[in-house]
């Protein structure tokens, strides 16, 4: 049996949901997937860090209610986070970066993710900054340093779209993609339709655990527009930065908005596209559509999300899934590690069933 020692970095919604998954699931992993994860550091930025390198009891760690620094009271704990060590000393054979994306500049994550690879780790992450941002020196890092760099779960949550389209839409000739790309902002526009005020909606949204920390990435587009880039560059093979996407959000739309469109057969929906132009160019970009109730895109509710990749072969192939959730996204790194694993990766916590 193959033992995975992982390192959580980020302690939030998504990376509990995988000790949550963890806790729950290890014989059915061992026997399906033919792996254990194993927990030997977490680092979070409000509960603090803590190594154990004979692993940590994931239900322990989702059970305790700990306090701000409550790392601290573990054996092996800090009440600081302390990401650097922890990501370039423990014994991890992957780290699991599930931070704040910041769609600015991707950092700290950017750092995390070049520590864990220039350390010989393999890393998955969910965090979008990273791979809108640097996926290119961060590939040709993991490459060099003969490990992997995975992020399956940063364009739509667990339903896959970026592993999908390149390995099994390969040959068939992407021109562009168009699709509703961010959860929140999805279930926030029903929400509307439904008569709830914008405000509500969103703080709706933050319970369920589909926003962002600061959901005006959600609403304004932010969080489409690093998508859209993400899956420009991975699929279309461009080289697009956030600031070459133009981004408009949902913000600017009211209840009345909604409303008319409803009575005129329609429905408002945030759109990331991105085409490939004749030259060879690609152009992408974010918007609020308002879009006929025939339109393949119109009857995608909640933080369900789908995207409509135009083939030359195939003509239009649509993927459609959870958009955002806790389990969802963790299931995402989980099938980043399926991945890591399928290719015969090298592990430092090899054992014998
Ligand atoms: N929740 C979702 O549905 C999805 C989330 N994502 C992405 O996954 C990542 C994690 O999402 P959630 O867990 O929902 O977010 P969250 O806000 O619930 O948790 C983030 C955690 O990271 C910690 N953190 C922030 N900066 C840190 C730092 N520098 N060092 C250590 N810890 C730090 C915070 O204290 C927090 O506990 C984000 O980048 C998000 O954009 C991606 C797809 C879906
Ligand atoms: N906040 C994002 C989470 C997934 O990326 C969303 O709502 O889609």
Redesign the pocket.
């Known amino acids: 049996m193959t033992v995975y020692n992982i390192a959580l970095?980020?302690?939030?919604?998504?990376?509990r949901a995988l000790a949550e998954l963890i806790a729950a699931k290890s014989q059915l992993w061992e026997r399906e997937l033919g792996f254990r994860l194993n927990i030997v550091a977490v680092?979070?930025?409000?509960?603090g860090s803590v190594v154990s390198p004979n692993g940590l009891d994931a239900k322990t760690l989702i059970e305790a209610k700990f306090e701000k620094g409550g790392f601290g009271q573990l054996s092996g704990g800090n009440a600081e986070?302390d990401?650097e060590t922890i990501i370039k000393m423990a014994p991890a054979d992957i780290i699991v970066e599930?931070?704040?994306?910041n769609p600015t500049d991707g950092e700290?994550a950017v750092s995390h993710c070049r520590w864990a690879l220039e350390t010989g780790k393999h890393v998955v992450t969910?965090?979008?900054?990273p791979v809108a941002i640097a996926a290119q020196a961060l590939k040709a890092l993991a490459t060099a340093n003969g490990v992997r760099f995975e992020y399956e779960?940063?364009v739509m949550?667990g339903t896959p779209v970026i592993r999908m389209a390149q390995k099994t839409l390969a040959g068939a000739e992407l021109k562009g993609f168009e699709g509703i790309l961010n959860?929140t902002s999805n279930f926030v526009l029903g929400r509307m339709e439904s008569g709830l005020d914008f405000a509500s909606a969103v703080k709706e949204a933050q319970e369920l655990?589909?926003a962002?920390?600061d959901p005006t990435a959600d609403v304004e587009g932010f969080d489409v527009r690093l998508k859209v880039v993400i899956l420009a560059n991975e699929l279309l093979g461009a080289k697009l930065k956030p600031e070459d996407v133009t981004c408009k959000g949902i913000s600017g739309l009211s209840l009345s908005d909604i409303e008319q469109a409803a009575k005129a057969g329609s429905r408002w929906k945030l759109v990331g596209s991105a085409v490939r132009n004749d030259d060879g160019s690609v152009t992408g970009s974010v918007a609020p559509r308002r879009l006929g109730l025939d339109h393949p895109l119109a009857g995608v509710n909640g933080a369900t999300n789908a995207v409509s990749l135009d083939t030359e072969l195939l003509g239009a192939v649509t993927i459609t899934g959870p958009g955002?959730?806790?389990i969802?996204?963790a299931y995402a790194l989980l099938s980043d590690i399926v991945a890591i694993h399928s290719a015969g990766a090298p592990v430092i916590a090899a054992e014998a069933a």
């Open positions: 970095i980020g302690f939030g919604g998504v990376n680092s979070d930025l409000y509960l986070a990401n599930a931070t704040f994306t700290p969910t965090n979008k900054g779960g940063a949550s959860g655990g589909y962002e920390a955002a959730g806790r969802e996204t």
